[in-house]
Structure formats: structure tokens, C-alpha cells
């Protein structure tokens, strides 16, 4: 068999198997619009989106994948389909912190996939703001950084807000040297962030060690200022170069590879068991000699894994502190369940912040 021919059969049968898998595809929108009318006649639910059904998916292909596609690829190739299916039955707006192109923004595209509407929203108490009211299904905000520490604001926030963690979405920061210029020696000055400038130090005084620097309020405002002057390159993430049309120069400049961010998706309503859950809460500790030891031990006591803790003034007194904890499981789950009770024993004040899936790549 001839080369050529052997390429014409290959691709017969990848068209073969694109005829079946739009089929399937096709198969897939029905069975879940199917599934809309039915949630739409229940009184008691909580709207179409499920993010524990969307966990148990995912991690359930995850599991049966061979390759030779990536976990990560393949994750994301379902949620897309998933999030086209979803917007048979409703399309999601999605309140995120702007402006367009930053970071948050492609954390939510990475949860919800892209067949939502985005919000943006120039700060974190407006996305509280939005959701609250129910004019955006759900809000995404940065919670904390591997290098910058936790964002202290959305903590602030978590305090007083109803709204509910129902999801959490980790994201690989990667910087991108980007312009309108097809090449990086027409570069005199680059813009970014203060932080992003700082994460990629190592890079700029090795590469343009002779530009100006000029911080700015966000990457993708970086992105937005240099559209247009093909002088000037931008310090973002990828989206930001797809929204503004910019060319990438290079990618990953970053000086550290693991730089990762962890964002909250917050809701108004509770989420179900998902076989791999977190819960967030929040309590402070009365003030009397080893109180937070007490209130920790009842995590330990009942064989509950704790994943974080982080204090913040409470702004009720001087020197009182709201303690912000992370834990493995379900608050349905047993053992979590008699974890909590102990704690609202000896806590001054408890407020459980959600339980949600556990982050899927």
C-alpha cells in the first residue's frame, strides 16, 4: 500500500469517526435538554447547574482516559461540551473580577466553560454584590497565590456575605510577553502589573534589560494600552491576547513555573455531595489561654484532615481574629458533620462557608 493511499484511508476513517462522534455529541445535547424539562417541573431545585454532577463527570473520564490525549486536554474537552450542553437548557452569566482578559476571567472560562456569559467587574465586593442580588448566576474571585499569599479582600468579604463557596478552580499562571510587533527588538517599554512585573524579574533583565517598566492596575489593562503601539509590549495571560488581538512574543516568561492562583466560584445555593469534597468555614476562638488549640483539635478528634488556615482581624474588636479554615469532606459527610457540632460547642462564632468538589485539574 502506497503512502498516499494510506493517508486517504486514515482519513476516511477519521471522517468515519467525526460522523459518529458528532452523532453522539448530538445524542448528549438531547438527553440533556431532556434532563432541563424535567429539573424545570421540580420545585425543590437549585437550577440546571450542578456543580458536583460536573466533578463526578470529569473525574470519571479522567479515570478511563488512555491517552494519548492529556488528562488536563481531555478535562477540558468535556467541560466545553458539557457547558454547550448546558446552555441548551440555561445560559449562565458568570460575574468575574475585570476587566477582560485577566486572569479570573479565564479562570471562569475554565470552570464554566465558554458557553457562558462573563461579567466583568471592577472589584471583588461588586462581584459579591452581583450574585447576591441575582443578577449573575455566579461570581469567580482570586482567594490566594502560591507566591503572593491569600487575597485578603475575598476573605474579608466571605465574612458577612450569604453567598456560598460551591466550587474552587485552580489556574497554572503563565505571563506572556505580547504586542502588536512581530518582533521583540522594536520593544521599548512593557507594561503589566506590579506583581506580574516582579514574577517575571529574572526574565526582563536578561531579555530587555534596557526597557522602561511600567506598572499598571491590571495585565490585562497592560494588554488593553499597548493595542495600539507597536513600541510597547504587555505582560499577560493568553486570554488577554486573544481579547485584544496582540501577538505573543514569548510565552511563559514567568521565573517561577509553578506559580499557581486559586479561585473561588460562589454561589447562592448549597452543593451536593460529590464523592471528593472541601469544606470552607469560618470561626473565632474565645479569648482565653488555648482556645485555638481547642477548636482545632475538634477537626483532629474526629479524623477530619485539615488543608488551610488563615486569620484575619474580625474588625468587631481590637485584636480579635476570625480564623478561615479549609477541610477534606462533605459538612453531610459523618465525620465532618461531628467535627462541627464539637466546634460550634466551643467556638464564640462559626459560619460554615460551603462544601464543594475539590478542584478538577
Known amino acids: 500500500m502506497s503512502e498516499k493511499t494510506k493517508l486517504a484511508d486514515l482519513r476516511s476513517r477519521i471522517d468515519e469517526i467525526d460522523a459518529s462522534l458528532l452523532a453522539l455529541i448530538s445524542e448528549r445535547a438531547r438527553l440533556a435538554r431532556e434532563v432541563g424539562s424535567i429539573k424545570g417541573k421540580d420545585n425543590n431545585n437549585n437550577g440546571f447547574y450542578r456543580p458536583e454532577r460536573e466533578a463526578q463527570v470529569l473525574r470519571n473520564i479522567i479515570e478511563k482516559n488512555e491517552g494519548p490525549l492529556s488528562e488536563e486536554e481531555m478535562a477540558r474537552l468535556f467541560r466545553e461540551i458539557m457547558s454547550a450542553c448546558l446552555a441548551l437548557e440555561e445560559i449562565l452569566n458568570i460575574a468575574y473580577l475585570g476587566p477582560e482578559g485577566t486572569f479570573t476571567q479565564s479562570a471562569a472560562l475554565k470552570h464554566f466553560g465558554h458557553s457562558v456569559t462573563t461579567t466583568a467587574l471592577d472589584s471583588i465586593d461588586q462581584v459579591f454584590r452581583e450574585v447576591e442580588a441575582g443578577a449573575c448566576h455566579y461570581g469567580v474571585v482570586p482567594v490566594e497565590n502560591s507566591i503572593e499569599g491569600v487575597v485578603n479582600h475575598t476573605l474579608d468579604m466571605l465574612i458577612n456575605s450569604s453567598l456560598l463557596i460551591c466550587g474552587e478552580v ?42 522602561e517598566q511600567i506598572a499598571v492596575s491590571s495585565n490585562a489593562e497592560a494588554a488593553r494600552r499597548v493595542a495600539d503601539n507597536p513600541e510597547a509590549a504587555a505582560i499577560a495571560g493568553e486570554t488577554a491576547a486573544e481579547f485584544y488581538d496582540l501577538n505573543i512574543l514569548h510565552k511563559n516568561i514567568e521565573d517561577h513555573p509553578d506559580n499557581t492562583t486559586r479561585f473561588l466560584v460562589l454561589g447562592r445555593h448549597e452543593t451536593q455531595p460529590s464523592g471528593k469534597d472541601k469544606t470552607s468555614l469560618l470561626f473565632s476562638a474565645p479569648n482565653k489561654p488555648g ?71
Open 170 to 211: 485552580e489556574l497554572r499562571i503563565h505571563h506572556d510577553l505580547m504586542s502588536r510587533a512581530n518582533d521583540i527588538k522594536q520593544i521599548k517599554q512593557v507594561y503589566s502589573h506590579q506583581q506580574s512585573l516582579a514574577q517575571c524579574r529574572s526574565w526582563l533583565d536578561t531579555h530587555l534589560p534596557h526597557v
Open 291 to 361: 482556645a485555638l488549640h481547642d477548636m482545632l483539635a475538634c477537626f483532629a478528634e474526629n479524623n477530619v484532615s485539615m488543608t488551610r488556615i488563615e486569620s484575619r482581624p474580625s474588625r468587631q474588636g481590637m485584636w480579635e481574629y476570625v480564623f478561615f479554615v479549609d477541610v477534606e469532606g462533605h459538612a453531610s459527610e459523618p465525620k465532618v458533620v461531628a467535627a462541627l457540632d464539637k466546634l460550634r460547642e466551643t467556638a464564640s462564632m462559626m459560619k460554615l462557608l460551603g462544601s464543594y468538589p475539590v478542584a478538577v485539574l
